[in-house]
């Protein structure tokens, strides 16, 4: 396929590999903050490659582990509300609730459907007026803008039955909060090319500039990964901290317009809450007053006054995402917790660092 | 999740299009992208063209590192 294949082109990966060998500092761990990046990592053996000298870490990127039990919760008590089809990514299907999962909850016969696209959920909604269609708004930067736009879509067609319980957040206020905490030590970070299309290099200044850390933004495919890496090599080399674009077919420095334009609209910041990193002031989304119709918080405010706090749980995947516990290092990982029965969703997601640790790491 | 596939644009109608890869087409929304036109590759996240590919960029990281792969040699 054009403009992956060539990006995956064996010769100019060893050439990248080399020059790696010879930038590689004394030690140097890399976060790779994207859930797509630690997938492609591991899919493609990436850490097999680097010198061994650098550690690849993940850190907080996959939104389906980063959301809230509480928002997972409410999302299924959302589904016993009477007509109420469920809708959401394919990847939430399988990540545990304190009780019950969506994937459980449709064996048993709840209206759960799997879509491609918000806009797949409004369209359902359009053909099934009778009945509330809800959209589970899970996702970073990258996915926000199909959402406000499935609501102002909704909005133009003047549908009553759609709304989205939307559990969005933005990735430069989580590492902003994951740095600030000192509780993980990295050398450079990854930022994910495709979150970047939306916001712009230029949104990730504060890292080398507060933090003194070298940044690059890449692309997925392992040209593109291990470009990032060597532009972080060699800025620890000169003793630089900048952030550099080696995703310059896709990425710019400043965000798109347009998509700015459309999240404005219909969302404004808030406090969010994200399972291993807890509280974040203003690092989520909620939908603002003239869209308020589509928000599933107001459509279904019984839902959350009986909501019962999520009970504890010997899942580990906080330490997971804030990148200070291993995959392999967690006692549950492979005995308790295995991508058949996950107790955590960094098990389940295809994205998640233990199912790709699990999957592809032996 | 943030998995974009690139795909071409083979129709355009408004802010809607159609965008193929492999023999596969599919329905897509342009509305962040005002300045593409038919033929161009697109990046697709969850039925919204999030970015254009630029092909004079994507040849110059792969030239770059082509001329540095046979100066080895």
Same mark, same amino acid.
């Given at each position: 396929?054009?403009?992956?294949?060539? @990006?995956? !082109?064996?010769?100019? +990966?060893?050439?990248?590999?080399?020059? %790696? *060998? &010879?930038?590689?500092?004394?030690? /140097?761990?890399?976060?790779?903050?994207?859930?797509?990046?630690?997938?492609?990592?591991?899919?493609?053996?990436?850490?097999?490659?680097?010198?061994?000298?650098?550690?690849?870490?993940?850190?907080?990127?996959?939104?389906?582990?980063?959301?809230?039990?509480?928002?997972?919760?409410?999302?299924?008590?959302?589904?016993?509300?009477?007509?109420?089809?469920?809708?959401? @990514?394919? !990847?939430?299907?399988? +990540?545990?609730?304190?009780?019950?999962? %969506? *994937? &459980?909850?449709?064996?048993?016969? /709840?209206?759960?459907?799997?879509?491609?696209?918000?806009?797949?959920?409004?369209?359902?909604?359009?053909?099934?007026?009778?009945?509330?269609?809800?959209?589970?708004?899970?996702?970073?930067?990258?996915?926000?803008?199909?959402?406000?736009?499935?609501?102002?879509?909704?909005?133009?067609?003047?549908?009553?039955?759609?709304?989205?319980?939307?559990?969005?957040?933005?990735?430069?206020?989580?590492?902003?909060?994951?740095?600030?905490?000192?509780?993980?030590?990295?050398?450079?970070?990854?930022?994910?090319?495709?979150?970047?299309?939306?916001?712009?290099?230029?949104?990730?200044?504060?890292?080398?500039?507060?933090?003194?850390?070298?940044?690059?933004?890449?692309?997925?495919?392992?040209?593109?990964?291990?470009?990032?890496?060597?532009?972080?090599?060699?800025?620890?080399?000169?003793?630089?901290?900048?952030?550099?674009?080696?995703?310059?077919?896709?990425?710019?420095?400043?965000?798109?317009?347009?998509?700015?334009?459309?999240?404005?609209?219909?969302?404004?910041?808030?406090?969010?809450?994200?399972?291993?990193?807890?509280?974040?002031?203003?690092?989520?989304?909620?939908?603002?007053?003239?869209?308020?119709?589509?928000?599933?918080?107001?459509?279904?405010?019984?839902?959350?006054?009986?909501?019962?706090?999520?009970?504890?749980?010997?899942?580990?995947?906080?330490?997971?995402?804030?990148?200070?516990?291993?995959?392999?290092?967690?006692?549950?990982?492979?005995?308790?917790?295995?991508?058949?029965?996950?107790?955590?969703?960094?098990?389940?997601?295809?994205?998640?660092?233990?199912?790709?640790?699990?999957?592809?790491?032996? | 999740?943030?998995?974009?596939?690139?795909?071409r644009l083979i129709?355009?109608?408004?802010?809607?299009g159609?965008a193929?890869?492999?023999?596969?087409?599919?329905?897509?929304?342009?509305?962040?992208?005002?300045?593409v036109?038919l033929?161009d590759?697109i990046?697709?996240?969850?039925?919204?063209?999030?970015?254009?590919?630029?092909?004079?960029?994507?040849?110059?990281?792969?030239?770059?590192?082509?001329?540095?792969?046979?100066?080895?040699?």
């Amino acid at each position: 396929m054009k403009y992956i294949d060539e @990006f995956r !082109d064996k010769e100019l +990966v060893q050439e990248i590999v080399r020059r %790696l *060998e &010879r930038l590689a500092p004394a030690a /140097a761990t890399i976060m790779e903050v994207c859930g797509t990046h630690t997938m492609a990592a591991a899919r493609f053996g990436l850490r097999s490659l680097l010198p061994e000298s650098v550690q690849l870490i993940s850190g907080p990127g996959c939104p389906v582990c980063v959301t809230a039990q509480t928002d997972i919760d409410a999302f299924l008590a959302l589904g016993d509300e009477p007509g109420v089809i469920l809708t959401s @990514f394919g !990847d939430m299907l399988r +990540v545990p609730g304190s009780h019950t999962s %969506l *994937e &459980r909850r449709r064996a048993q016969g /709840a209206a759960v459907r799997v879509v491609y696209s918000p806009l797949d959920a409004v369209e359902l909604a359009r053909r099934e007026p009778g009945k509330p269609v809800v959209f589970f708004g899970v996702g970073f930067e990258t996915t926000m803008p199909a959402i406000a736009l499935a609501i102002c879509l909704a909005a133009e067609q003047q549908l009553e039955n759609f709304s989205v319980l939307c559990v969005h957040k933005t990735i430069p206020l989580a590492l902003r909060a994951l740095l600030a905490s000192g509780e993980v030590q990295v050398s450079g970070l990854l930022c994910p090319g495709h979150v970047t299309t939306i916001i712009g290099a230029e949104a990730y200044d504060f890292l080398p500039r507060d933090f003194g850390l070298p940044c690059a933004v890449t692309g997925f495919e392992p040209v593109d990964m291990l470009l990032g890496i060597e532009a972080i090599l060699r800025q620890l080399q000169e003793g630089q901290a900048r952030v550099d674009n080696v995703y310059t077919r896709a990425v710019k420095v400043q965000a798109n317009p347009r998509a700015q334009a459309l999240l404005a609209e219909v969302f404004e910041p808030c406090d969010a809450e994200w399972r291993g990193l807890g509280l974040i002031p203003g690092s989520g989304v909620k939908i603002r007053p003239p869209y308020a119709g589509y928000d599933a918080r107001l459509r279904f405010p019984e839902v959350w006054e009986h909501l019962a706090p999520a009970p504890p749980s010997p899942c580990r995947c906080g330490e997971v995402l804030r990148g200070v516990l291993r995959p392999r290092q967690c006692p549950l990982f492979r005995q308790t917790c295995t991508p058949s029965q996950p107790l955590g969703p960094c098990m389940v997601s295809s994205e998640g660092a233990c199912a790709a640790a699990y999957r592809y790491d032996g | 999740m943030c998995l974009a596939i690139p795909m071409r644009l083979i129709e355009i109608d408004g802010a809607a299009g159609v965008a193929e890869v492999d023999g596969v087409t599919r329905q897509v929304r342009l509305d962040l992208l005002p300045e593409v036109a038919l033929g161009d590759y697109i990046l697709i996240h969850a039925g919204l063209a999030i970015a254009r590919v630029d092909p004079d960029q994507a040849q110059e990281t792969l030239s770059v590192l082509r001329t540095l792969a046979d100066e080895v040699y």
